[in-house]
Nanobody, 126 residues
Framework: VQLQAYGGGLVQAGGSLRLSCAAS????????MGWFRQPPGKEREFVAG????????SYGDYVKGRFTISRDNAKNTLTLQMNSLRPEDTAVYYC????????????????????WGKGTQVTVSS
């Protein structure tokens, strides 16, 4: 599956952005999907994960209550709604997929993902 994340940009603290991830070549319904981010000078970290049906979801502690992950298997897309953004949310955001089942309730390790899209930059100004 080929993935492409888009929707990043520059936003003031407290603002919102909506990221989308479009998939091609294969339907996303066959994959566990996730959002990850890589802040400047830091390692890539888990943001949110969602299972194939969309019923099991988990979030990184630092985004709980502010970010919402969702998927539309019919449209072959993955979405991350980001509200109440903070300067520390500044990062390159990536969508990723893996074939292994995901039951939710735990973070997804970047190394466990099989496919990655090109990232989209999110910058939050203070």
């Amino acid at each position: 599956v080929q993935l492409q994340a888009y929707g990043g940009g520059l936003v003031q603290a407290g603002g919102s952005l909506r990221l989308s991830c479009a998939a091609s070549r294969h339907t996303v319904s066959a994959y566990t999907m996730g959002w990850f981010r890589q802040p400047p000078g830091k390692e890539r970290e888990f943001v949110a994960g969602i299972n194939r049906s969309g019923r099991s979801i988990s979030y990184g502690d630092y985004v709980k209550g502010r970010f919402t992950i969702s998927r539309d298997n019919a449209k072959n897309t993955l979405t991350l709604q980001m509200n109440s953004l903070r300067p520390e949310d500044t990062a390159v955001y990536y969508c990723a997929a893996r074939e292994l089942h995901y039951s939710g309730g735990y973070i997804l390790e970047p190394k466990s993902m099989d496919y990655w899209g090109k990232g989209t930059q999110v910058t939050v100004s203070s």
